[in-house]
T-cell receptor, first 118, second 114 residues
């Protein structure tokens, strides 16, 4: 079964500093991995996804993530934080529903709330 | 612009009442999903539907029911059997069933039951 662990429920960085949000996954098959962002009282928006092409994936708003199979990790980074990056971030792994060919299920981590200090 | 519309944004109900949350999409997506979000617990899958007139239970389906009579619509009913219904509910859709097809989310409905 697939699972996702996000290390740190809250991360706080200064404006202009590096953002690093950690995600480790468990999967019995090659995974598809996603990062989503959620602003207060809104739904989730896709930041980026890994689908076994390049291990370094670039997303929107200057974010990128690197897939490391040996470490089973998919950490999200941004070189310089902006106040508008304050939000909750979710890592997710795609699993295939048992018995249903081709059906998708996203398993989400518990989320990391990112705070940006001026 | 295409998207997913959830209504209402806020919903208040008395304990023991059933309540239906609306979800409509104009993205022409085949698959639709309902998630429940609680603080510190991420998102948990309630029900999903791959095609019209077909739906399957997710991880926490007890106390919920759905229908998929039209491709565009996937309403969720929270029944009185749901023991802890107060939560933020998110509807999502994806283009197909492939497991690299990203989810598109609505803006959610916050349900409060007292």
């Amino acid at each position: 079964a697939q699972s996702v662990t996000q290390l740190g429920s809250h991360v706080s960085v200064s404006e202009g500093a590096l953002v690093l949000l950690r995600c480790n996954y468990s999967s019995s098959v090659p995974p598809y991995l996603f990062w989503y962002v959620q602003y207060p009282n809104q739904g989730l928006q896709l930041l980026l996804k890994y689908t076994s092409a390049a291990t370094l994936v670039k997303g929107i708003n200057g974010f990128e993530a690197e897939f490391k199979k040996s470490e089973t990790s998919f950490h999200l980074t941004k070189p310089s934080a902006h106040m508008s990056d304050a939000a909750e971030y979710f890592c997710a792994v795609s699993a295939v529903f048992p018995l249903i060919q081709g059906a998708q299920k996203l398993v989400f981590g518990q989320g990391t709330r990112l705070t940006i200090n001026p | 612009d295409g998207g997913i519309t959830q209504s209402p944004k806020y919903l208040f109900r008395k304990e023991g009442q059933n309540v239906t949350l609306s979800c409509e999409q104009n993205l022409n997506h085949d698959a639709m999903y309902w998630y429940r979000q609680d603080p510190g617990q991420g998102l948990r899958l309630i029900y999903y539907s791959q095609i019209v007139n077909d739906f399957q239970k997710g991880d926490i389906a007890e106390g919920y029911s759905v229908s998929r009579e039209k491709k565009e619509s996937f309403p969720l009913t929270v029944t009185s059997a749901q023991k802890n219904p107060t939560a933020f509910y998110l509807c999502a859709s994806s283009k197909d069933r492939g497991h690299n097809s990203p989810l598109h989310f609505g803006n959610g409905t916050r349900l409060t039951v007292t």
